[in-house]
């Protein structure tokens, strides 16, 4: 026996009857309101329209808006994000505004902490730590050493190179210098002699 289709039930009776006639109303009879304003003859006599101008596209017509949505959905180069990427950066900006509000709290506590902070304790060592007036009475002005350049002008280099190669030619003059090594190795005998 196969499966038996249940009648479908009619909720409303249907109407036997036609709904009446509205009478049409005469030909003659207007129902428009009369116009108070009269046009003139010709209402575009004074524009000038360029037809040229009307078929140009404008920047806006060209630009298409992308919504925040689509944006969000594709990179740099205009391919989509996969799901994976659109998690991840997701996950970033959650982050991102979890650690915003921790700062703030953490900024927070140490304002509350330095506002409830007070001075307690024996101030002596910060007394003592301070100079006393008459040393800032006194105006010890200490002379401030320049500091020597890493390189020097180009006439101080000149003078220092003369003045090694003045050396230089007397130390070849010197009897003791012609054997520099035997010179050197007297000079330190001597340095280790005088120093006991």
Not at 45 to 57: F, P, Q, W
Not at 158 to 164: A, D, G, M
Request: charged share 35%.
């Amino acid at each position: 026996m196969g499966k038996l289709k249940r009648p479908r039930q009619k909720l409303h009776a249907s109407s036997k009857t036609k709904p009446p006639e509205i009478p049409k109303a005469n030909k003659n009879v207007t129902t428009q309101a009369p116009i108070l304003i009269q046009p003139t003859e010709n209402l575009f006599a004074g524009i000038d329209i360029n037809i040229s101008n009307l078929n140009r596209k404008l920047n806006d017509d060209v630009i298409s808006i992308k919504s925040a949505k689509s944006v969000k959905s594709t990179t740099n180069e205009g391919k989509p994000l996969s799901k994976k990427d659109k998690l991840k950066q997701r996950r970033e900006v959650l982050l991102q505004k979890i650690d915003l509000v921790n700062q703030l709290k953490k900024e927070l506590k140490r304002r509350k902490k330095r506002k409830n902070n007070t001075i307690i304790g024996d101030t002596n060592p910060l007394h003592d730590a301070l100079p006393s007036l008459e040393s800032l009475k006194k105006k010890n002005y200490v002379k401030v050493v320049a500091k020597p350049k890493a390189i020097q002008k180009s006439s101080k280099r000149k003078k220092k190179s003369l003045q090694n190669i003045a050396v230089y030619k007397k130390l070849l003059k010197n009897k003791d210098m012609q054997n520099p090594l035997k010179f050197m190795k007297d000079r330190i005998q001597e340095i280790v002699n005088n120093n006991p």
